[in-house]
Structure formats: C-alpha cells, structure tokens
C-alpha cells in the first residue's frame, strides 16, 4: 500500500517500518568469524581495504546518482545490491567470490549513505518541516537498532546451527525493506519531474562551495576526527573483550548462564549449542540497546544542549573512553558502549547541520561526500591502532586513538571554529507536528 506526502503521520510510520528492516544484526557478531573459515587474516585485511576504498571513492558518484535519478528509487537499488551481496555469501568459497560479493556490498551502502539523509530531509521538509530532522532520524535509527538486539541474538543462534543461516535470514530481510521503501513517496521535486538534480559539470563546484569553505568545512573534518575514533575503537571490541576475561567461567555470566539453561537437556532450546559465537550474540544485542536508547532521544538532546555543547562533550567522552582503559582495563567495557552512544547520539545531529546548509539540488551528493570524508579520516586512525595493537596488544590500540584524537580535535578546536555559533535546538513536538513532544507516535 503505497503512502503519499499527504498523511504525514502513515508516512514516518512507513518509514521507521523501512528502518526496523534496515538491520543486519544476523551477521553482526558472527561475520568475522564466517570470513575466517575460508580466509587467511592477510586476505581478510586486503578484502576490508578494498572496501574501504570503494566505498570511499563511490560516494560522489552514488551521492550524484540519488540527485540525478530520484532519491527513492536510489535508495530501493541500494537495499537489493545489500541483499544480493547477503545471499552471495551462502555461496563463496574462495578469495575472488569473497572479493565480489565485497564489491556488491560496497555499492549498497554508498548507495544509501548519502541519499537516505537527503530523502527524509526533503520529505520532512514538504509536510512537518525540516526541524524535525534529528527527532525523526533519531527514532528511526533507534527502531533499527532495536531490531538488532533481537537480530543479532538469533543470528548468533543460527550460526550454531549452519553458519550460512545468518545470512539468508539478512538477505530475506533486506529484500523486504526494498519492498517497503519502493511504497514510500518520491521528493516533491521528483515526483512533479522537474529537479534532474547537477550536471557532472555542476556538482564539483557544489562541492568545492560547500565543503572547502566555512562554515561546513571545521565541522565536518571536526565530525569526521570523532567518528574516526569510534569506527577504529570498534574494531578492537573482540579481542579486548577475550584478553579481559578470557579466565572467566563462560557459565558464571548471568547472560551466558541463563542461555546455557535455556539450551541444555529440557530447555525451552534444546539442540542449540552454546559456544563463544552464541555468546557474542547477547553481547553485541545490548550494544544495539544501548545505542536505540540514546538515539531515540537525540532530538530532546539536541533541543536541550544544543549541537555545539554535544560536540564537545562527545569529544570529552570518547578521549576519556579510549584513554582509562590503559590503567583500568576492566573500564574497557564501558567504552564499547560510550562509543557506540556518541556515534549514535551525534549521527542524526550531524546529517541535520549539514542538511540544513545545502540547497534541495546536490544535497544527496553533498551528503555523500561528507560521507567519504568520515571514511578518509578513518584510515589513519585504523592504521594507528593496528600498530599499537600489534606491538602492545589490543587495549594499547585504544590508547592510541586518545592520544590521536587529542592531537586533532584540540588544534581544530582552537583555530578551525567546527563548532556551530547556534545552538541547535530543534522544536519540541510530535513527528508529525499534531503533537507534543511527551506523545509517541511508534
């Protein structure tokens, strides 16, 4: 049943619908673990390298893709690309087959890194306004990381029972989204056939306008170094967790216990073997909880603090979060999900400030390559903490990103103004403006 820009309140419902589909929590804790079977780590590493960098070097063009083609049907491609990539994976076996379904997954997500903000932006814009941006991206991305918790768990559960069951239960899943995205509205300009969105010529000009100037330059490089951080930090979540507790009786944990239970002679899931990758799936469904909570109240925050002060305390955190871990190593823990609160807490917020400053035409490529600029400054962050990590272990890894963090931020703070003069806030109501901001329209 297709939703149409008249009945905003159906609209957002659809699209936080689209959102709790969006997951791929089956694989989430057990994708390392598939790869390696068939892989050695040299390879493993050469496959995540060239994702990277085609994932870094696609964002222009599929952000100039969803400007140019419409950012719905764009968005549609994406999900199918992801889900043919997710059931490639039942089948490869070797370097070359693992290197195409790689290059299918980078395309799905470049695809949608850029053109997914711009969508919403446009179609808040036409009904309830642009202001409730961050309020209705917040929500969206905690119904999605909600789904995970429970995702994620059964995807662990499935890898017990085949290891190439995670992957079609995503795969399935990603095909239904396509479904529910392709009965959302395109943009108004798109759906009256009169924005074709920049020419090549035109869109790195726009680019040049936006990006390498003030006021959006300082933020966005400011933006990336934080996200930097938490993309290298969370690399490093496994093998921290086994060198902190690796003497831990697995059945002694109150989660592993009550799986243990649950799976042995008479549980309710006999059959179900409990090995470390099942335990993993508890582990990873409550950073995805933890993540839901903050970013369903990323709009209050905003409203509240203001972008300016979140970025700063965002700063203050994840500089504490990879540092205590050196003398304390057990706080370790507490930064796997401090990470994930600051990445989820400042996405919306930061998709907000940039929306805002792009004109309808080229926002979806100006949005990717903000995008692209995230995955550029990552890299030296991933390199950093793979040295540190080979030479003094995992929790010097964390360590390093500190130190890093606090040799780039401090200086962009100091001369390069990244922080907004405003404060941010965004109005207070209901999704679709019928409301208040106490009411819940999930």
Same mark, same amino acid.
């Given at each position: 049943m297709r939703v149409d820009l008249?009945?905003?309140?159906?609209?957002?419902?659809r699209y936080y619908l689209f959102q709790a589909l969006a997951a791929v929590g089956f694989i989430s804790p057990i994708f390392a673990l598939f790869v390696l079977r068939d892989l050695t780590y040299p390879q493993y590493g050469t496959l995540s390298a060239v994702y990277s960098l085609l994932l870094v070097a696609g964002e222009i063009p599929t952000g100039y893709v969803g400007d140019r083609f419409g950012r719905r049907d764009t968005l549609v491609?994406?999900?199918? =690309?992801? @889900?043919?990539? /997710?059931l490639g994976f039942v089948a490869v076996d070797s370097f070359a087959s693992y290197l195409a379904v790689y290059v299918v997954w980078a395309l799905g997500i470049a695809l949608t890194s850029g053109t997914g903000s711009a969508w919403l932006y446009e179609?808040?814009?036409?009904?309830?306004?642009?202001?409730r941006?961050?309020?209705?991206r917040g929500r969206g991305q905690a119904i999605a990381r909600w789904s995970s918790t429970v995702t994620t768990v059964v995807g662990a559960l499935l890898y017990g029972l085949d290891p190439r069951?995670?992957?079609?239960? =995503?795969? @399935?899943?990603? /095909?239904v989204g396509a479904g529910v995205i392709a009965t959302l509205p395109r943009t108004e300009q798109f759906e009256r056939g009169d924005a074709t969105g920049p020419s090549v010529r035109e869109a790195l000009p726009l680019l040049r306008d936006r990006l390498a100037r003030p006021p959006l330059r300082s933020f966005v490089l400011f933006a990336a170094v934080l996200f930097g951080v938490v993309g290298a930090a969370n690399q490093y979540v496994q093998p921290i967790a086994v060198a902190v507790v690796e003497d831990v009786e697995l059945a002694a944990l109150p989660v592993a216990g009550a799986v243990e239970g649950a799976t042995g002679e008479g549980?309710?899931?006999a059959?179900?073997?409990?090995?470390?990758?099942?335990?993993?799936?508890p582990l990873y469904a409550s950073f995805a909880a933890v993540a839901a909570a903050v970013s369903y109240y990323a709009g209050p925050i905003e409203a509240r603090l203001g972008l300016r002060r979140v970025l700063a305390l965002a700063a203050v955190t994840l500089a504490a979060a990879t540092l205590v871990p050196l003398a304390v190593p057990l706080a370790a823990f507490a930064s796997f999900y401090l990470l994930r609160a600051v990445h989820f807490l400042l996405r919306p917020m930061v998709e907000n400030h940039v929306n805002g400053r792009?004109?309808?035409?080229?926002r979806a490529t100006v949005l990717s390559a903000v995008s692209m600029v995230f995955g550029l400054a990552r890299t030296p962050f991933v390199v950093l903490a793979g040295v540190a990590a080979g030479a003094r272990g995992p929790v010097a890894a964390y360590g390093a990103l500190g130190v890093l963090l606090l040799a780039t931020a401090l200086p962009l703070a100091a001369f390069g103004s990244p922080f907004p003069d405003g404060d941010g806030a965004t109005d207070d109501g209901d999704d679709t403006g019928e409301g208040t901001a106490s009411e819940s329209v999930d």
């Open positions: 008249s009945n905003p309140r159906a609209l957002i419902r491609a994406s999900k199918v =690309a992801l @889900a043919c990539s /997710l179609v808040l814009e036409s009904t309830v306004g642009e202001n941006f961050t309020h209705v069951y995670p992957f079609v239960a =995503a795969g @399935a899943l990603m /095909l549980g309710v899931l059959g179900l073997p409990l090995t470390a990758e099942t335990g993993l799936g792009v004109e309808d035409v080229g």
